[in-house]
């Protein structure tokens, strides 16, 4: 089933794969749906919710297909056009990881707040938390509030000794519930490269959700929900039992970045966003040129392009329109015309460049999604 319509000639359902027009960006369905279950289970196991974040494919219908497979947790969004996506799309139980800052976009997510079942927003300072409180009352509304703890990534996140007092500010507030704190892990990534430093990594800095826990339960004010993580971490993450609720991404997909940070558990098979290309140029034996460049691939983050199934050639450069590919230990001759496919280096953006989505099973199109966030950073 598709939501999609356009007048371009694009992909269409059942076409072959062989004969798309390149650069397309493709999603393999069965092993998506594998890793949609693989995550589902380790969060049964952990006996923690998992709620699905759609920035990495903005997109309702694989949100919906996420909530439905992962046990009915509802999604998490991280800008607001992408939850009012979601929300004029069907999704009722929203939790945006961001603060929200500015009047207008305020009385937007309080309309969002009025059209779902359930929303939950973040904070992480007096300013965010008197904005969010006044938006509230302006719109008659009481607004589920997460208060976002810094556990080392030194982005955003209320530092952890000043939590319990920004917890009582919100607990004080009376358009405001307060519901938690979301304690995202993501510092663990740098600090680790093996599985045993995963798992101390995210352990310790569990054990110091734990504290914030105890430190703002200790003022007489309640924590619900522990949410973290994204894909790297989460599964570490879930182990310890502060943790109410998971939140990742890019798990359906993997890319790049999650084959080579974490190749124990993230094998080729499991990297599910590719982008097929075409043989542009055969300038000489050892290198040829593909359709897609940097406005193909995100290439926010240091890795290339990675050849599915072979490792005989190489991605080595880019510029916009052309992707430039080392064929000197390849025994094969290739010709203009030849098609080759690509795990895609960092999935959330490179998704971000693409209109559509196209789901391919067994060599045909089995599904097109659109990027229907696309652009709505606001
Ligand atoms: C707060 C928050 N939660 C969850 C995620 C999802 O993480 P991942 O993309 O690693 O799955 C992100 C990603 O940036 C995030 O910022």
């Known amino acids: 089933m598709t939501t999609w319509t356009s007048d371009q000639m694009g992909p269409r359902l059942g076409e072959s794969v062989d004969a798309l027009e390149t650069p397309v960006l493709l999603a393999h369905v069965d ?16 006996d923690v919710d998992l709620r699905s974040h759609v920035k990495t494919h903005k997109n309702a219908e694989l949100a919906a297909m996420e909530n439905d497979l992962t046990g009915d947790a509802g999604i998490c969004c991280q800008t607001l056009g992408e939850a009012e996506t979601m929300a004029r799309n069907g999704l009722d139980d929203i939790y945006l990881s961001y ?43 009481t607004l589920h509030t997460v208060l976002e703890v810094d556990m080392g990534l030194n982005r955003t996140g209320v530092a952890p000794g000043d939590a319990p007092a920004l917890a009582q500010r919100i607990a004080d507030a009376d358009s405001l519930a307060f519901d938690g704190i979301l304690a995202y892990d993501a510092h663990v990534k740098s600090r680790a490269s093996t599985e045993a430093e995963f798992e101390e990594e995210a352990w310790a800095a569990m054990e110091l959700a ?40 890019m798990y359906p997909f993997n890319d790049v970045g999650e084959l080579e940070l974490r190749s124990w558990e993230v094998s080729e098979a499991d990297c599910t966003a590719t982008v097929l290309t075409t043989v542009i140029a055969v300038p000489d034996d050892d290198r040829l040129v593909v359709d897609g460049g940097s406005k193909t691939f995100s290439l926010d983050k240091p890795q290339m392009p990675v050849p599915k199934h072979r490792d005989d050639i190489e991605y080595v450069n880019a510029s916009e329109e052309h992707g430039w590919i080392d064929t000197s230990e ?9 098609r080759l496919e690509f795990i895609v280096p960092h999935v959330c953006t490179t998704i971000n460049l693409h209109d559509l989505i196209v789901g391919v099973r067994e060599a045909e199109v089995a599904d097109l999604w659109e990027v229907q966030a696309r652009g709505k950073v606001r």
Not at 102 to 127: F, M, N, P
Not at 330 to 338: I, L, N
Request: proline residues 3%; aromatic residues 4%.
């Open 31 to 46: 092993a998506m749906e594998r890793n949609i279950r693989e995550y589902a289970a380790v969060a049964d196991q952990h």
């Open 99 to 141: 603060q929200v800052v500015g009047e207008s976009k305020l009385d937007r997510l309080c309309w969002i707040d009025g059209k779902v079942d359930a929303l939950a927003t973040t904070v992480d300072s007096d300013a965010t938390v008197d904005m969010l409180h006044a938006a509230a009352e302006r719109n008659d509304r």
């Open 330 to 338: 390849a025994d094969e001759t290739f010709e203009v015309g030849d």
């Open 210 to 249: 734990q504290e914030v826990v105890d430190d703002i339960e200790a003022t007489g004010v309640p924590v619900e929900e522990v949410k973290v993580g994204g894909t790297a971490t989460s599964r570490y993450s879930a182990r310890h039992p502060v943790v109410t609720e998971i939140n990742p991404g």
